[in-house]
């Protein structure tokens, strides 16, 4: 089964908006960091955004002022607002979940991930 399963992807024109949304199964993530990854082709995968349980967020400076990360833990899900999308931002993205209680943007700590959505942002 898997843990985490995104949603909301898909094509949008420059300038344009679409909300993501990670929702959880099988267990609970409401103490985990999450966060959300991208990996455009040829690219390595990155994260564009973190949160832990309480709140504390972290942003990429390619995304700072145009995405929101959220997360409601009642409800096991995590949301990513994109606005202002730039043709830059076309990739596969992907949520993941960590057992971290600090917020980090490091790949490899990361232990639950989704399948991915795709993001395509035309100009």
């Known amino acids: 089964q898997v843990p985490l399963v995104e949603s909301g992807g898909g094509l949008v024109q420059a300038g344009g908006s679409l909300r993501l949304s990670c929702a959880a199964s099988g267990r609970t993530f409401s103490r985990a960091t999450m966060g959300w990854f991208r990996q455009a082709p040829g690219k390595e995968r990155e994260c564009v955004a973190a949160i832990t349980w309480s709140g504390s967020v972290y942003y990429a400076d390619s995304v700072k002022g145009r995405f929101t990360i959220s997360r409601d833990n009642a409800k096991n899900t995590m949301y990513l607002q994109m606005n202002s999308l730039k043709p830059e931002d076309t990739a596969v993205y992907y949520c993941?979940?960590?057992?971290?209680?600090?917020?980090?943007?490091?790949?490899?700590?990361?232990?639950?991930w989704g399948q991915g959505t795709q993001v395509t942002v035309s100009s």
């Open positions: 993941a979940a960590t057992s971290r209680a600090t917020i980090t943007p490091v790949l490899y700590e990361y232990d639950y």
